[in-house]
C-alpha cells in the first residue's frame, strides 16, 4: 500500500485527531515569563540540562505541528522536537531562535484497521503503550524496559530491549510513519512513508528505524505491524509476549571481590553470550543484564554487581534453562553471591518490576554506550577494576551494565533498517547519575576516563571491527565528536550509523533541504 504525501487538509486534521484530541487548531508559543514555560524548561529527566529555547510549542494534533513547522520555517528558526524528555545531552536547550515542540501530550495508542496496524503517537510512554497493547489486544512491541521513554526517539533510534533478543528492536515492526516536513519554499506538510517497496516516499520511513530522533522532521504518528503478518485480526499483527516470565538475581558482595574474581565475574557473562546469541538459540527468551557497581563515596551498600535475568516462562525447559544461566554466570567466581529465588510472574507484572529496576537514576547523569560483539579481554577488564572501585566521583548511583543483545535482532541484514548494528551479542552502558551541580566536572570526567581506558587499544571508543560495534543512537553521547576523547580518527558518525552514514545524508538532503532539524554536534547529518 502506497500513501502519499500530501498538504494539510481539514480531513487530515480529522484523522490526527482519531484517538479523542479537541485542542484547538492552533497552539501558541510558550515564552519566558509565560509561568508554563519553566515547567517545560525542567521536564527533562536529566537535570543537568535545563531546556530554555526561544520558545516552547505544546502540540496536540498534526495540524498543530504542521502549523509550527512552517510558522519556523518562513521566520527562519531551527527547530528542536522533544516527546519523553530522556536526551542524555543538551539538544533541547539551544536559546538561539529555537522553537522546540513538545510532543509528550500527543500519547494515542490504538487500532487503525484502515493501515491494518497499531497506530502511537510519539508522546506516548513506553509501558503505558504496552498496557494499552496487551490489555486490547494481546499483543506488544520489543522495546524498551524505561517506563517513562516517550516512543518519538525511542522507535526512531531503533528501540531494543528485554524481548528483542526473540523478536528484533521496535523499529523492525515499523510499517509507517507519519513525518512533518518543510520544504524547500518553506511550506510545510504531513507526509505518510511506508516500507513498501513501492512507496516513493520509503526512504524516509527507513531513516526512521535507527536514524535517531528529530533529525528529518517532526514525527507525529507511528504505525505497528509485524513483516510477514497477515490478515485483519488485530491480535496476530505485532509479538505475543508470552504469559509468565522467570526472573532471577545475584548479588555479588564487594568483600572478596579482587581483581581476578572480578575478570573472571565479567569473562564468563560475556563468554556465556557469544555461545548464546545466535538467532535459533534456546536461549533467545532470556535477557540478562550484569550491573557492575561503582563504590559509593557516602552509604555504599558493599554490593561489587548484581546479575538480573527474565526468561520466556512458556518455555518447556524455562526453569532449566535460568539455572544453566546463573550457573554459567557464577562459574568459578570466588565470592559468595546472594542467590534470590526464580520467580514466575504474569508477562505485565514481571515488564513492570523489570521497568521499576530500569527507572532508578534521578538528577544530573552521564551516560555512554557501546555495542559489543565479544567479551570484553582481560585487560579491558582489568582498566575497568580500578575506576570501580575508587571514588573518584560522588555519584550516587554508578554502573556499567552489560546488557543482552543479539538473537533475532541479528537476523536483520544492517542495510534492510538504519539500524546498523546487526551483530553485537551485549551493549554496554556506562552511566553516573549525581545531585550537586558544583559535581558535574568530576563525575563527567570519572566516566570519561572509565570509558576511556576500557576503549584504549582503539582511541578510547569502541571502533567497529572484531570485538566492539560501534555506539547506540539513543544514548547520545557528544564526546564522541571531540577528538580530546576520540582519538581513533574514526569520526563520531561511523561510530553510531556504520555503513548507513551515506544514505541517511541523502535521505536529510531530500526531506530536511532547508536543514531545520537536528542536533550539534551530534545528530546533524550535513548533505
Not at 500519547?107 to 497506530?119: G, L
Not at 524496559?145 to 521496535?170: D, K, M, Q, W
Not at 532470556?286 to 563504590?295: P, S
Not at 572501585?389 to 543483545?405: A, C, I, K
Amino acid at each position: 500500500m502506497t500513501v502519499p504525501s500530501r498538504r494539510f487538509s481539514a480531513a487530515d486534521a480529522t484523522a490526527a485527531g482519531a484517538a479523542g484530541h479537541t485542542a484547538s487548531t492552533e497552539a501558541a508559543d510558550i515564552t519566558p515569563g509565560d509561568p508554563r514555560y519553566e515547567d517545560l524548561a525542567v521536564r527533562g529527566s536529566n537535570q543537568r540540562f535545563t531546556a530554555r529555547p526561544a520558545a516552547f510549542r505544546v502540540a496536540t494534533t498534526t495540524q498543530q505541528v504542521v502549523a509550527a513547522v512552517g510558522e519556523a520555517a518562513r521566520s527562519g528558526r531551527r527547530i528542536a522536537v522533544r516527546s519523553g524528555g530522556h536526551c542524555y545531552e543538551d539538544f533541547m536547550g539551544d536559546p538561539a531562535g529555537r522553537l522546540v515542540i513538545e510532543l509528550g501530550e500527543m500519547n494515542a495508542v490504538s487500532y487503525d484497521p484502515q493501515m491494518r496496524a497499531f497506530m502511537i503517537e510519539p508522546g506516548a510512554r513506553l509501558m503505558d503503550a504496552y498496557r494499552k497493547l496487551y490489555y486490547g489486544w494481546g499483543v506488544t512491541l520489543s522495546g524498551g524496559a524505561n517506563a517513562g521513554v516517550g516512543f518519538g526517539g525511542h522507535v526512531a533510534g531503533g528501540g531494543y530491549g528485554p524481548l528483542s533478543r526473540s523478536f528484533g528492536i521496535a523499529a523492525d515492526h515499523l510499517y509507517a510513519v507519519e513525518v512533518v516536513i518543510a520544504e524547500a519554499s518553506g511550506q510545510a506538510r504531513a507526509v505518510v512513508a511506508t516500507r513498501e517497496p513501492s512507496d516513493p516516499h520509503r526512504e524516509l520511513w527507513w531513516a526512521h528505524t535507527g536514524g535517531g530522533g528529530g533529525n528529518f522532521g517532526v514525527v507525529t504518528r507511528y504505525w505497528f505491524r509485524s513483516p510477514g503478518a497477515t490478515g485483519d485480526d488485530p491480535g496476530q499483527l505485532l509479538p505475543r509476549p508470552p504469559a509468565t516470565a522467570l526472573s532471577n538475581a545475584v548479588i555479588f558482595p564487594r568483600e572478596g571481590m579482587d581483581q581476578a574474581a572480578f575478570r573472571r565475574l565479567v569473562r564468563n557473562h560475556g563468554l556465556w553470550h557469544e555461545r548464546n546469541s545466535a538467532a535459533d538459540s534456546p536461549f533467545n527468551g532470556l535477557y540478562g543484564g550484569l550491573v557492575l557497581l561503582g563504590r559509593l563515596k557516602q552509604n555504599d551498600p558493599g554490593h561489587s554487581a548484581i546479575s538480573f535475568a527474565h526468561l520466556d516462562g512458556s518455555h518447556p525447559d524455562a526453569e532449566q534453562l535460568l539455572k544453566q544461566y546463573v550457573a554459567a554466570v557464577t562459574n568459578g567466581v570466588p565470592v559468595t553471591p546472594y542467590i534470590t529465588g526464580i520467580t514466575s510472574n504474569p508477562w505485565m507484572t514481571a515488564t513492570h518490576t523489570l521497568a521499576e529496576a530500569h527507572d532508578p537514576e534521578q538528577g544530573r547523569q552521564k551516560i555512554k554506550s557501546a555495542y559489543l560483539r565479544r567479551s570484553w579481554t582481560e585487560s579491558q577488564i582489568d582498566a575497568l577494576y580500578p575506576h570501580l572501585n575508587n571514588v573518584e566521583h560522588s555519584g550516587d548511583s554508578v554502573s556499567v551494565s552489560l546488557q543482552s543483545h543479539g538473537g533475532r535482532i541479528n537476523s536483520v541484514p544492517a542495510s534492510d533498517t538504519a539500524t546498523s548494528h546487526r551483530d553485537a551479542i551485549l551493549n554496554a552502558v556506562f552511566i553516573n547519575a549525581w545531585q550537586d551541580p558544583q559535581a558535574d566536572d568530576e563525575n563527567i570526567d570519572w566516566l570519561r576516563r572509565a570509558y576511556r581506558d576500557v576503549f584504549a587499544s582503539t582511541g578510547g571508543v569502541p571502533v567497529p571491527g572484531d570485538s566492539s560495534d560501534g555506539c547506540y543512537i539513543n544514548y547520545p553521547d557528544t564526546d564522541m565528536a571531540d577528538p580530546a576523547w576520540n582519538t581513533s580518527g574514526v569520526p563520531w558518525h561511523h561510530l553510531y550509523y556504520k555503513d548507513n552514514y551515506p544514505r541517511l545524508q541523502r535521505v536529510k538532503a531530500a526531506w530536511d533541504p532547508r536543514n531545520m532539524f537536528g542536533h550539534r554536534p551530534l545528530g546533524v547529518l550535513p548533505a
